[in-house]
């Protein structure tokens, strides 16, 4: 059975120590934290700088039985220093988490996938695998990019994380999907979004960090999906709703989420 995991994207405006009550409340067992920002000036809740929120996170983690599944967002840029990263696999490990979101935004395939190397190889040392995530906007624009880079590296931390919209927005295939080593997957992420796409770049960006829809409401196929991914990988579930955010709180979006999700999953495992 899969665990289900609350990403932080789908609550953000709730700090670590709120949003590990809400997804307890909700019947969540894991969470996702993010603890850098995807983008210069994008929310994060940076525990490893802010002790005293740390070790209440750790307080509800433990009161709760809520558990941290992954940790977002390391967004390589041309700039990015490895050595800088301590801190967050440190904190990564406090927290007993199991997975780091890893996005490409370095033009440069062969640095990124140099430094994206030495990355998984840091991590590692700390129990914690390093998934790259496929974006049509980024550098590693789709699935089979992200399987060519993951295999020069083979490392044994290097992971893909297949997102439900990112796979559906850069038309990559099923098919394709059952060709990944089952070690290269650790968890997915589940949303859904209308089945025209978007026209441009910038629509792409605004739905995917902003506007998703809950799981099954949409035109993706997520029970195909669900399908073809393996039964016991986490599910985490990212549904950034920003609009509703403004009237509806954020515990009756994740229950929302998590109860569309679980019925996704249970169509794939149970087709009648």
Known sequence: MA???????????????????????????????RLLPATPDGIAYRLMDDEPLFRETLRR?????????????VAFRPDTDIGSFTPFFEAGARLGAKHILVAA????????SDRYRQFCEAAAKYGLTSDLEFMPWTSVPDLKTAMRIVGE??????GILVDALHFDRSRSSLADIGTIQAKRLHYW???????????????????AREERM???EGGIDLVGLARAMPDDLTVSIEVPTVQL????????????????????VARARNPV
């Not at 992420?189 to 796409?197: F, K, L, S, V, Y």
């Open 61 to 73: 983690m433990q009161a709760t039985g809520v558990t941290v599944a992954d940790l977002e967002v």
């Open 3 to 33: 665990n289900f995991s609350l990403a932080a994207l789908t609550v953000l405006e709730l700090a670590p120590p709120e949003m590990i009550e809400v997804a307890a409340r909700c019947g969540y067992e894991m969470v996702g934290l």
């Open 214 to 216: 809950f799981p099954g």
């Open 189 to 207: 992420q589940i949303c859904d979004g209308p089945a025209e796409r978007p026209a441009t770049t910038e629509q792409l960006i605004h739905a």
């Open 245 to 264: 955010a403004k009237t509806v709180d954020s515990e009756t979006r994740a229950r929302r989420a998590l109860q569309a999700a679980k019925a996704v």
């Open 105 to 112: 935004y370095d033009p440069d395939l062969a640095r990124f």
């Open 153 to 158: 590296v083979d490392h044994p931390a290097a």
